[in-house]
């Protein structure tokens, strides 16, 4: 009975979760959220989902999702389809394009912030 509730657990869009020891180096599309507490190179599109950006973890990427939330470290731009939320122990340097966005105290962002209508 165990192995039919994973199979039901993982038959429908949910969570993609890299680990901390994950090292990516490459293109990553999916739709669902997805959590990254490893490091990751590259770009990363979740067009129907939230990215999030674990404490600890570190990001170097292209970005493009519906939401997004970063509590590590991101180099690169991020274009979010609804909201950004750049929490108190994140560290970004790149432009953020959203129509909305959030920078919390003690936050260390360095770029740009175009909100588009």
């Not at 020891?21 to 939230?50: F, W, Y």
């Not at 991101?74 to 909305?100: C, F, H, N, S, Y």
């Amino acid at each position: 009975m165990a192995d039919e509730s994973v199979r039901t657990q993982a038959s429908g869009p949910g969570l993609t979760r890299l680990g901390s020891t994950v090292v990516l180096t490459g293109d990553i599309e999916a739709h669902e959220d997805m959590v990254i507490e490893g490091r990751v190179k590259g770009s990363i599109t979740v067009p129907s989902g939230t990215l999030t950006v674990a404490r600890g973890a570190k990001v170097e990427a292209e970005i493009r999702v519906r939401s997004f939330v970063l509590h590590g470290e991101l180099t690169g731009t991020v274009r979010a389809g609804e909201k950004a939320l750049i929490a108190e122990t994140a560290e970004m340097t790149g432009d953020v394009i959203t129509p909305k966005i959030t920078i919390a105290n003690g936050a260390r962002f360095s770029g740009g912030i175009r909100m588009k209508e």
